[in-house]
């Protein structure tokens, strides 16, 4: 653990920022799925690694709360391991890589495998908060569309994956209905994460720095991941376990690990699966 | 039973683009038609009897007077009335029969030829062997039936476009030199033609260049004398 | 059958006090080909936006006769719904297909669009709806998952069309449908066009300046100049018999073929 800095407010964004980003989010929640814009700062990273997560983080954090910070499932990663000290030196808040203590979890492109409870806040990091901006480049029509809940190009979208794939291939940001009224971009997630999305009962944020746009799902909210009748969504599966601690139900990246190619398949999320190997150990 | 009533019928056309120049064609024309007479129009070249005719048809529109047309559905005023009244006698009660085919790209000539009685909502069976009937007796070989007649000789053509305006049973008829440029076998095929329909009760009005054909098929000749200019 | 399916009043939209439209009245009647004719400015392409909706009226009345015969005041009605009747009631036709097709979205897709606009989550209806519309509009089906960027000009127009007409609108809005094409082509497309139309039994307002496809497609006329309709009638009497001054220039300046 570093030194807290001084000379820095807590948490590094100005009290007003922070209640301007408040305000926001407070809209956000009560329109689930929304994009609701926001003064957004510049912040001592660039666009593109975080700035957005971490402006909703240093808004909602406060000395008591416990940080999580993971990047692809893993909290090792220099993107985490950055923003974890970022926190810690700016707000001198507890950090930790296990999911159940944190109370404040900071995301990139993955939802921890282990269950979330009430009271845990998830805060996912957005490239882009559009969902239908792969169609329609016009903020003012794109808006529109939300308004009038336009939303047959989403369908567009699978309708053209089914006919070049022969199915839904569209495997991260898959777009979901929230509260059944506005369809949302989940941020890259992979679709495996979709369904804990859906009556999850810890509140999820999400910050688009570049963007300025804030977004959430509020506690126990239905959240539909788009589909058609006759190609229901899906979640991708693997013939392999962990290579590692032999979980069979989590998300699994490839890893190449010699020059002959030779590779195997671990668990995305670092802390899942040293839990469960330290059980398998203990 | 009466089918035409032409009362003080006028025109005049303005040639807005020719200095204005006015060229008055009809004066307060008169006349009536009843079902199963056949009237032809005659008088000098100019007279107008041609801007009469495409008046029958709605195709010019009158300055003055009125053009009463007595269908089996009601009677219409030509002269006043809506555009969609003008096409549902089409439809029903007005056929042309002209010299020129507007040729439709790409349309074959069975087709044109059915096109009327689609229109009607004719039954397909009864279309298909009307039109084969009629294309038969006008002499167009079958080779040519699928094909669309831009291509095809005048001669030909015209026989498309009296086999398309005589395949309906119209109640009148409205011919406008229709066996100009036949040969005589052709002529006689749509001298017979006309008499049938005379005989089943239409009522014709007729533009007939050819003097043996007038008078083979009048019953009545309607003078016209050009307008004299005022 | 027995009233106008859309009925305007006196609409204007002024872009300068004598540009646009102004104050002009029509009615379009269930399964009729209304023809606007008139040269470039004559503010026949803003009054199809009107009517469309696509842009709203200084003042006047546009009155829509829906499904149901519901009468809709399209100068009252919010964006929303007549965005939804857009994709319903209307079919607009784009004289260039880039505003009415998405190029990189599959032939398949582009015609999908509406139904699953409309609420279809059928992936296997709406390919089949598309590959028998592709049929409908002279497009091999073969061709449902090309995009419409590597189409030709006339395929686009086709796809164009069949990406309106998929969900049997009522009304379709054409402005200079054969534009850009090929005169062959241009012959090829409004022979479908007339079919589809003569089929259907959808009411068409189309606007041209070419006065062979008005003879061709529409049952009346009306000529525009400077913003205001100064003839109409049946479009052989108008082409005929032409009275207005300007119309009889129309006419003349026709080239004439054979």
């Known amino acids: ?282 | 039973m009466r089918r035409i009533t032409v009362e003080q019928v006028s025109k005049t056309f303005v040639l807005h683009n020719q200095g204005g120049v006015r060229l008055p064609v009809l004066d307060q024309v008169s006349f009536q038609v009843d079902a199963g007479e056949c009237v032809v129009l005659y008088g000098p070249s100019g007279c107008g009897k041609s801007s009469l005719l495409k008046m029958l048809f709605g195709n010019y529109l009158a300055d003055g007077g009125s053009i009463r047309i007595h269908a089996d559905q009601g009677e219409t005023d030509l002269v006043a009335a809506h555009p969609h009244q003008v096409l549902e006698l089409r439809r029903h009660t007005l056929g042309f029969v002209s010299q020129f085919l507007r040729v439709i790209p790409r349309v074959s000539t069975w087709d044109l030829v059915a096109e009327p009685l689609s229109r009607q909502g004719v039954e397909a069976d009864e279309i298909n062997s009307r039109v084969e009937q009629m294309l038969r007796r006008l002499n167009l070989p079958e080779s040519l039936w699928s094909l669309a007649p831009a291509t095809f000789s005048g001669g030909e053509q015209q026989r498309v476009n009296i086999a398309r305006s005589m395949i309906v049973d119209y109640p009148i008829l409205l011919l406008d030199e229709p066996t100009a440029s036949l040969d005589a076998a052709n002529r006689d095929v749509v001298a017979a033609l006309i008499q049938e329909a005379r005989d089943r009760g239409a009522a014709l009005v007729g533009i007939f260049h050819d003097d043996a054909l007038r008078t083979r098929l009048a019953d009545r000749l309607i003078h016209l004398e050009a307008v004299s200019e005022f | 059958m027995d009233k106008p399916i859309l009925t305007a009043r006196e609409v204007t939209r002024a872009y300068t006090p004598d540009q646009g439209c102004l104050g002009v009245s029509l009615d379009v009647w269930p399964g009729e080909v209304l023809g606007i004719v008139g040269e470039s400015g004559s503010g026949k392409s803003t009054l199809l936006r009107l009517l469309s909706g696509q842009e709203s009226a200084d003042s006047g009345s546009i009155l829509f006769l829906d499904r149901a015969g519901t009468p809709i005041e399209l100068t009252e009605t919010p964006e929303s719904a007549l965005r939804y009747l857009g994709r319903t009631e209307f079919g607009i036709i784009h004289q260039n297909p880039r505003d009415g097709l998405r190029l990189r979205i599959s032939a398949g897709g582009n015609i999908g669009e509406r139904l699953m606009g409309v609420g279809n989550r059928h992936y296997g209806d709406i390919r089949a709806i598309a590959e028998s519309w592709l049929t409908e509009v002279e497009i091999d089906p073969a061709r449902i998952d090309g995009k419409p960027l590597h189409f030709s000009g006339g395929m686009q127009q086709r796809l164009q069309i069949a990406r309106n007409l998929v969900t049997n609108p009522r009304l379709v809005f054409m402005d200079e449908p054969t534009g850009g094409l090929d005169v062959s082509v241009q012959a090829k497309l409004l022979d479908t066009l007339k079919r589809l139309v003569h089929d259907l039994g959808i009411a068409v307002i189309i606007v041209t300046h070419d006065m062979g496809v008005a003879r061709l497609l529409a049952d009346r006329l009306l000529v525009m100049k400077q913003g205001r309709v100064i003839e109409s009638g049946l479009t052989d009497q108008v082409l005929d018999d032409p009275h207005a001054a300007y119309t009889q220039q129309l006419v003349a300046s026709i080239l004439q073929v054979n």
Request: charged share 25%; aromatic share 10%; with cysteine.
């Open chain 1, 1 to 282: 653990m570093q030194a807290e800095l001084t000379g820095y407010n807590f948490a590094y964004l100005d009290e007003q920022t922070k209640r301007m980003i408040r305000r926001g989010l407070l809209k956000a929640v009560a329109v689930p799925g929304l994009q609701v814009p926001f003064g957004g700062r510049e912040m001592p990273l660039p666009y593109g690694w975080g700035t957005g997560g971490i402006q909703v983080t240093a808004s909602v954090i406060g000395s008591d709360d416990v940080l999580k910070v993971i990047d692809q499932g893993a909290d090792d990663t220099t993107n985490a391991v950055s923003i974890r000290h970022f926190f810690a030196r700016t707000a001198g808040v507890e950090t930790t890589e296990v999911t159940e203590e944190a109370s404040l979890i900071q995301t990139r492109h993955r939802i921890p495998e282990s269950p979330l409870s009430e009271g845990q806040i998830l805060i996912y990091q957005v490239p882009i908060p559009e969902p239908l901006r792969f169609i329609e480049p016009r903020e003012t029509e794109t808006r529109k569309m939300h308004a009038l809940t336009e939303y047959g190009v989403m369908h567009v979208k699978l309708y053209e994956d089914i006919a070049q794939f022969g199915q839904i291939s569209t495997a991260y940001a898959y777009p979901v209905l929230v509260n059944g009224r506005y369809v949302m971009d989940p941020s890259p997630i992979p679709k495996f994460d979709n369904p804990k999305m859906h009556q999850s009962p810890a509140l999820q944020l999400f910050g688009a720095g570049r963007e300025k746009r804030l977004y959430a799902v509020p506690p126990y909210t239905d959240v539909i991941s788009l589909d058609f009748e006759d190609h229901p969504f899906e979640i991708q599966s693997w013939d392999e376990d962990c290579a590692l601690c032999g979980a069979t139900d989590s998300f699994l990246d490839e890893v190449i690990i010699n020059d002959a190619g030779e590779r195997m398949f671990v668990c995305s999320d670092t802390h899942y699966c040293r839990q469960n190997r330290d059980a398998s150990d203990g």
